[in-house]
């Protein structure tokens, strides 16, 4: 068992997908699994079940997640403690952000940071939004850019970098959905709306749907992720309330294909900012990433 070992372990016991986790940590599916085949090996124990179509922790694996968590935490404090000589921090660092903050928000932070700490490797992965919380408070990710819920977790740190109105999008071609949000009072309870799973972005609009009265909303889909919204819209399969930065940010031919009504009554915007597990700003690399953020604007609730 070695350091290399853990983190794919810890990956994998995240994603639950060989494919995702293989790809991610740059090698072969068929050589991810012999190297969990040998953890297991040199633990005794079974860590996950899997099958043809799904991946799950075992009892033993759940256990031995807080195990390879604690001893990688370990392993980086002792490197930096190592390493105290250099005047350059070393060493990875592991973000979460949505794909659209990956080109309107982090470029600017990580420039900053990486002038600062140029030794230091960044670990991106890209996903929905609504999950960078739990990712943080998992250790999935040391850092995230997430939107603020009502209410986050007591153990969460919360830095805000911004706010993100939303706008209603609807298909640019013209058709059913076209005329009726064109009405001057649409019947929203008869219009398809694309929601996402959960998040503040469906705070917001569940508190929309209750100023305007929709108690059944008509739902085409919910989804996983804004940047799918947007497209979905496109596709003229229905109306989404979504972050404007995911439109601005959206491919020009997928922007061609949506239409923006005229602005609805007011939606409330929501707070985005950078996420971090409050004890573990004691950690050098951690540290030095929240240092950099606007420390006037911290929230820890």
């Known amino acids: 068992m070695d350091i290399r070992d853990l983190k794919l372990f810890l990956h994998l016991a995240d994603s639950c997908h060989f494919g995702r986790t293989a790809n991610a940590m740059h090698i072969s599916p068929s050589t991810l699994s012999r190297q969990i085949q040998r953890l297991e090996e040199s633990f005794g124990h079974l860590l996950f079940m899997r099958d043809n179509r799904t991946v799950r922790l075992t009892e033993a694996g759940k256990q031995f997640t807080q195990f390879a968590q604690q001893t990688l935490l370990q392993y980086q404090q002792l490197s930096h403690s190592l390493n105290q000589q250099s005047a350059l921090l070393t060493g990875e660092l592991h973000l979460f952000c949505s794909v659209t903050a990956a080109y309107s928000h982090l470029p600017k932070i990580l420039d900053t940071f990486r002038l600062a700490n140029p030794l230091i490797e960044i670990k991106l992965t890209t996903g929905d939004a609504a999950d960078a919380v739990n990712k943080v408070a998992r250790r999935a990710a040391d850092l995230a850019i997430a939107g603020k819920s009502e209410k986050l977790p007591d153990n969460i740190l919360f830095n805000k970098l911004g706010e993100i109105p939303l706008v209603l999008i609807a298909p640019s071609l013209a058709g059913t959905i076209r005329q009726q949000v064109s009405q001057p009072q649409p019947n929203w309870q008869q219009i398809p709306f694309i929601l996402p799973v959960h998040g503040p972005s469906r705070q917001r609009i569940e508190l929309w749907f209750q100023q305007h009265a ?85 929230l820890s609730q």
């Open 214 to 298: 929709i108690i059944n909303p008509l739902i085409y889909a919910t989804v996983s992720g804004h940047e799918a919204i947007v497209s979905m819209v496109a596709l003229g399969c229905g109306i989404a309330l979504i972050p404007k930065v995911v439109v601005d940010n959206s491919p020009e031919s997928v922007r061609n294909r949506i239409w923006q009504p005229d602005p609805i009554s007011r939606v409330e915007p929501f707070d985005l900012g950078v996420c971090v597990l409050n004890k573990r700003l004691n950690e050098p690399l951690i540290r030095a990433f929240w240092q950099l953020l606007p420390a006037a604007n911290m």
